[in-house]
């Protein structure tokens, strides 16, 4: 089992940037592949961003595809959304999420507890 804290939330104006950090605790953070999700009131949470275990693969929503930049460091067990160019619309609780399946399916085992994020217009 793996533990997750997001740090980096807060508040912005559009078109500014944050960068989110989610450290694993546990010495197995390679194994697994890593995710952040969000949710924004009154929605279902939905996919962001992945990433595989090696680093080489990943994957992004439309939405925030060519804005918003995943990567990680195994060395820190800590994986990283790197936010551009934010819009009002990416305002939200944004969650890390790791799991033991291939990032390509974009999905979560284990869930850290979420961070806010909102951008003002």
């Known amino acids: 089992q793996v533990q997750l804290v997001e740090s980096g939330g807060g508040s912005v104006q559009a078109g500014g940037s944050l960068r989110l950090s989610c450290v694993a605790s546990g010495r197995t953070f390679r194994s697994y592949s890593m995710g952040w999700f969000r949710q924004a009131p009154g929605k279902e949470r939905e996919f962001v961003a992945a990433i595989s275990w090696s680093g080489i693969s990943t994957y992004y929503a439309d939405s925030v595809k060519g804005r918003f930049t995943i990567s990680r460091d195994n060395a820190k067990n800590t994986v990283y959304l790197q936010m551009d160019s934010l819009k009002p619309e990416d305002t939200a609780v944004y969650y890390c999420?790791?799991?033991?399946?291939?990032?390509?399916?974009?999905?979560?085992?284990?869930w850290g507890q979420g961070i806010q994020v909102t951008v003002s217009s």
């Open positions: 999420a790791a799991s033991l399946s291939a990032a390509s399916n974009k999905r979560g085992d284990y």
